[in-house]
């Protein structure tokens, strides 16, 4: 990571390993999507009492280095930039249900609703709600199963992207439900994950789950007959 001089604009581009690749092979890039962020601005140092007045409330975060371009955006942008109407007066927050300041535990395998409910947003239809797994093999969930892309993944580390999985659910809203499915835990150690739930708005919310010991039990059946 490094930094830019914020006395200027710049635009800075850093070419992953299959950019340079075909740079080298004589082809054209053609950029299609890129991430905005606002990783690196710390708004702590907003300060209405400037002695200068409203015009310099900004003055320090206007002031601080800009973070250079990362080829790895999407481990490194947690929140990204988006639109909102003129009149939006507060961020869109994520509300859980059951409640995500608490552990929820599985006792048995029986599936659980877990709602999200965006408040704050009334973007309507092209609206859609995604949950992250960040390991499937303790719980999986209903809705689309998609690639785990994006600034989903600066939701977990990225050693633990082969268990992860992502799940969506489209439509307005406001609340989106999933059904979180326990697997069969055979360590009496238990297991635990955590679920994060991500809204188009960027609004998200995390809770952690643990899944009791589980094995399935069967039934021994003697046998009466006779081997001779």
């Known amino acids: ?73 999407q481990y490194a942008l947690r929140n990204k930039l988006i639109t909102l109407n003129k009149d939006t007066i507060s961020m869109p927050v994520l509300e859980l249900n059951p409640d995500p300041t608490t552990q929820y535990v599985f ?60 799940y969506e659910l489209a439509g307005g809203g406001p609340s989106y439900t999933f059904k979180i499915k326990p697997q069969t835990i055979r360590d009496t150690n238990n297991a635990t994950t955590n679920l994060t739930f991500i809204h188009t708005t960027g609004a998200y919310a995390t809770i952690e789950v643990k899944v009791n010991f589980n094995k399935d039990t069967r039934q021994l059946i003697q046998s009466t007959s006779t081997i001779g």
């Open 107 to 166: 006792d048995t395998r029986t599936p659980k609703d877990f709602t999200a409910t965006v408040v704050g947003f009334s973007g309507g239809g092209t609206a859609g709600c995604q949950l992250l797994v960040q390991d499937k093999n303790i719980v999986t969930a209903n809705g689309t199963q998609v690639d785990v892309t994006g600034n989903a993944l600066s939701f977990i580390y990225e050693q633990n992207i082969p268990q992860a999985a992502l």
């Open 1 to 73: 990571m490094g930094y830019l001089d914020g006395d200027t604009i710049t635009v800075d581009a850093v070419l992953t390993k299959k950019g340079r690749q075909m740079i080298s092979e004589g082809k054209q890039l053609n950029v299609t999507a890129f991430t905005l962020s606002d990783t690196g601005v710390d708004y702590t140092l907003w300060n209405a009492d400037h002695p200068s007045g409203s015009a310099y409330y900004g003055e320090a975060i206007e002031n601080l280095p800009m973070v250079e371009a990362s080829v790895h955006s």
